[in-house]
């Protein structure tokens, strides 16, 4: 994404971002075929189009395209923010577009807390890039230099003679310009940032979500859509047996009863396979379905009961298939140690929870389809949907709709995938909506995860022997049917982990999936950074040292890691150790922050405990400490949190903040509530109150710090969430002298 | 036939009494703004008000409403100037924004019932409303600046 094209120049119109079709929702939408000649008739007259990103009319309106979806993470706000800075727009006169999905944007697969760490430069460039033509134009006019003008408010300003020029009066003359090359840019200095880092941004979405007037993709309407429901298989793979249709459509309000192709594994994104039923309404698509009656075939999975497989996991743990990290002689330094210190960790199987489930609605017509859906990925939506219909990439639409909750459910577009297959063998507009039971019954699972710790203390108290041994099933059996080993999860906290030790060795078992693993905010780092971030807290403990101290010593001496040096093959998130590297100095500093705005060494109120622990991820620090206290009953209550953030420069620091409140809430979840198990294959749980998750009385009050940062950006949306449980769990030790090494917390009947 | 009266303006019912009431009001009348989250009345997405009083409309048939008036998130207010809907853009409370409408309506009804609420009030009135996206803290802040600001607006 380092080269932008003048688009406008090359008439390049072909499904065009900025268009009304991509506004508007909910009113007869002109077929997409219509829109590049409706536009081809005005180009270079009244816009100006200098990169896919940005676009200006002669009314003077900044549109910006949002190429990255919006769940709750405030990038329609962060990104006009970047781009509206270095064109020296008027945040009055910006309208904020939604992208569809098209690769001229470059990646739009909003996961990994990359948007803006990925796009922070390129839409940088696309700003400046705009705003140097539009110089370059009124400097022609006034016959100046270029480099006596300034862009300020939308408009173009000669300092010495005080004359002015608006962008939309300079449409014209601009879109004759030539880009500017790359290396010609001039971006601005981090000082005359006016949006980009600073806190009184309001959300562009805001007045909408307080009034109801937005559109998530459960809300599309289309002309004579219909709705539809889907029996899945209670069991991955279990194929269709029988059911019932008449049944179905005696329910008043049904209109058709499909079914759909049963899954042949590899899972990807393809749908489950099952019986839909298409009504005139939800209610009566609901009601349908429960008249289907289905009976399901026999499926290999059906093996999966959690209580066994959890104890296999623990034998795969003594059985590692794949060594991840290797440095000195774990198993000498072991058998030398003074002192050896064993735990284990259990996370159980999780699911996203989004407010919003999945649903997508889709219109085939005219050889192509036009869909509305609340993804995380357009474009892996587009040939997910091609590759299921047979009808070409490019004739298919897709519209990104707000997105209520992501979590990463929604970067797997099986459910755009149903919309499709349905609207085209029925030809009638259709929207599947999944109700809250299909989405945590037939989800892409947070791994379930079983790790075995163990630390060699020597004569001097010294940590000399790191031992870190996982099984959890993984995200690579989804893409590849049987993969029982871990992939690029061990990048996600496990092989990186910091700590100055002579001896280490981190290690993978095999486990076998039964169900589709998929990925949730910040992934295994959840698995392994609870286990870390507790084992070392318990060694602080066997060394009778402050839990804090401890943290910093094994951090040791300040250093950039590589971890190639110790036999391990580390990802860093997709970038250069040059750009992201793992700076121990970095980490210290977050801990002393943190421990700053929590008073860490206070004197505490009896039964109150605090809890520290600190995480990179996405190529960002968090540190953390939590204070809980322990009532009359034995129930603990999360009072406070506190989090210390470097992510590099900061962007959007009200939103970095709402992220970290969030996290904390989202890691609260899990720490206190969530879980799910199987039976017979079948997950047990169900809806919110089997699954639960964290509700009003159980938020903390969480204080944020951004600590300030020249380095380039990095991850938001999931660093805050994986320090979160270890630090509620040190903090309950300190607090209740009780270790809990196994999650949900909810079982030890502490909340 | 029934008679559903939607923020002020009457409309004719004339399908399944037992559909809940969220469905009436999102795919036949097509008041979007009421959200799906459960079904089961567990997450508070759907809560409306029903002469005033806060309904979870996915557990409430259609039929159990007769001649009450419903309010939903669009009829609060014409622009949002509601001192609730005030208070959650000033103080940037959404994230996602999903389960905001379901909030901003529980945060009414209990504004409706006492007018300074203190911290466990407003526990005990949004206890049934999940937020996935944990802005728990913020809405507390918010209810609290929304009770100021009607308080300005009596007082001036």
């Known amino acids: 994404m380092n080269q932008i094209e003048n688009v406008s120049r090359r008439g390049f119109l072909k499904k065009l971002g900025i268009s009304s079709t991509a506004l508007v929702l909910g009113v007869q939408l002109p077929s997409m075929l219509t829109i590049p000649k409706a536009l081809a008739g005005v180009v270079g007259t009244d816009k100006f189009i200098p990169n896919v990103y940005v676009q200006i009319g002669l009314d003077n309106i900044v549109s910006i395209v949002v190429h990255r979806s919006e769940m709750g993470q405030g990038i329609r706000t962060s990104i006009p923010m970047i781009v509206a800075d270095e064109l020296g727009a008027d945040w009055q006169k910006i309208a904020v577009v939604q992208g569809l999905g098209d690769k001229k944007y470059g990646s739009q697969n909003t996961d990994g807390s990359r948007s803006v760490r990925r796009f922070y430069q390129p839409l940088r460039e696309a700003g400046a890039s705009a705003r140097m033509m539009l110089q370059q134009a009124a400097a022609n006019q006034w016959q100046v230099d270029v480099s006596e003008t300034s862009a300020i408010n939308n408009t173009i300003v000669h300092e010495k003679t005080g004359r002015e020029l608006s962008f939309g009066s300079l449409v014209a003359a601009a879109s004759e310009l030539t880009l500017p090359e790359q290396s010609t840019l001039i971006l601005k200095a981090k000082k005359d940032f006016n949006f980009i880092g600073k806190s009184d941004v309001a959300l562009v979405d805001g007045k909408k979500i307080a009034t109801g007037k937005t559109t998530y993709g459960f809300d599309v309407e289309l002309p004579n859509m219909q709705y539809a429901v889907i029996a899945r298989p209670p069991v991955l793979g279990a194929k269709v047996k029988s059911f019932n249709a008449d049944a179905a459509k005696a329910i008043a309000g049904v209109l058709a009863v499909v079914q759909l192709p049963d899954l042949e594994e590899p899972a990807v994104f393809k749908p489950l396979g099952g019986v839909a039923v298409i009504a005139k309404n939800t209610w009566a698509a609901i009601k349908g379905r429960e008249a289907l009656a289905m009976q399901w075939h026999e499926s290999e999975h059906q093996s999966y009961n959690s209580d066994e497989y959890k104890k296999a996991l623990a034998t795969s743990c003594d059985n590692p298939a794949k060594i991840l990290r290797s440095k000195g002689n774990v198993n000498k330094a072991l058998s030398e140690a003074k002192q050896v210190l064993k735990a284990s960790y259990y996370v159980p199987e999780l699911i996203h929870v989004p407010m919003e489930p999945p649903a997508a609605a889709a219109h085939f017509h005219d050889g192509l389809f036009d869909i509305w859906a609340c993804t995380q990925t357009p474009q892996s939506a587009q040939s997910s949907v091609a590759q299921s219909t047979g009808v070409a990439a490019e004739n298919v639409n897709i519209n990104v709709t707000l997105l209520g909750g992501g979590f990463g459910r929604k970067s797997k577009p099986d459910f755009i995938v149903e919309a499709a297959i349905l609207s085209k063998q029925l030809n009638v507009p259709i929207k599947v909506m999944w109700t809250r039971e299909d989405e945590i019954q037939n989800g892409y699972y947070h791994a379930v995860s079983y790790q075995k710790l163990a630390a060699g203390l020597d004569q001097q108290g010294h940590v000399n022997a790191w031992q870190h041994h996982v099984a959890e099933p993984p995200i690579g059996s989804t893409f590849s049917k049987g993969a029982d080993l871990i992939g690029s999860e061990a990048d996600l906290g496990l092989i990186d982990m910091p700590f100055d030790i002579a001896n280490v060795s981190c290690a993978a078992g095999k486990a076998p999936a039964h169900t589709r693993i998929g990925w949730m905010r910040s992934v295994t780092n959840i698995n392994h950074a609870f286990a870390i971030g507790s084992f070392v807290d318990e060694i602080a403990d066997a060394k009778g040292l402050d839990s804090k101290d401890n943290l910093l010593a094994l951090l040791g001496p300040d250093r950039k890691i590589d971890f190639s040096l110790e036999n391990a093959k580390y990802g860093n998130y997709g970038e250069t150790l040059d750009k992201f590297p793992v700076d121990t100095a970095r980490m210290k500093a977050a801990i002393e922050k943190v421990s700053k705005m929590a008073k860490w060494g206070r004197k505490l109120p009896k039964g109150h405990g605090l809890g520290i622990s600190m995480h990179r991820s996405f190529v960002s620090y968090v540190a953390c400490i939590v204070e809980v206290s322990e009532n009359s009953d034995g129930k603990i209550k999360v009072e406070d949190v506190w989090l210390a953030v470097d992510c590099g420069l900061a962007v959007n620091p009200e939103r970095i903040r709402s992220q970290m409140e969030g996290a904390a809430i989202f890691a609260l979840s899990y720490t206190f509530y969530s879980e799910l198990t199987a039976k017979n294959g079948v997950i047990e749980q169900n809806n919110f109150d089997s699954y639960q998750i964290a509700r009003f009385a159980d938020a903390p009050t969480t204080h944020v710090e951004i600590i300030d940062s020249d380095a380039p950006p990095g991850g938001v949306g999931e660093p805050g969430v994986p320090p979160i449980a270890p630090a509620i769990c040190n903090a309950i030790f300190n607090a209740t002298g009780k270790r809990y090494r196994e999650l949900p917390l909810k079982q030890y009947g502490i909340v | ?156």
Not at chain 2, 4 to 19: A, I, R, S, W
Not at chain 2, 129 to 148: F, P, S, V
Request: glycine content about 10%; charged content about 20%; overall charge neutral.
């Open chain 2, 1 to 156: 036939m029934i008679t559903l009266t939607v923020n002020g303006k009457e409309h004719q019912f004339n399908d399944d009494g037992d559909m809940p009431l969220l469905w009436a009001l999102r795919d036949i009348l097509k008041y979007t703004g009421t959200k799906y989250g459960c079904g089961k009345g567990l997450c508070g997405a759907c809560t409306v008000h029903v002469d005033g009083q806060p309904v979870r409309s996915c557990i409430t048939p259609v039929s159990a409403i007769s001649s009450q008036n419903i309010t939903t998130i669009e009829g609060l207010s014409e622009q949002g100037e509601h001192v609730v809907q005030q208070a959650w853009q000033t103080l940037n409370v959404p994230q996602c924004g999903y389960c905001q409408s379901g909030q901003i309506m529980s945060a009414v009804a209990l504004l409706e019932r006492k007018a300074k609420p203190n911290d466990k009030d407003i526990e005990l009135a949004m206890s049934g409303n999940i937020c996935r996206c944990g802005t728990y803290q913020r809405i507390k802040q918010a209810i609290h600046l929304a009770a100021d600001l009607a308080t300005e607006v009596k007082g001036s």
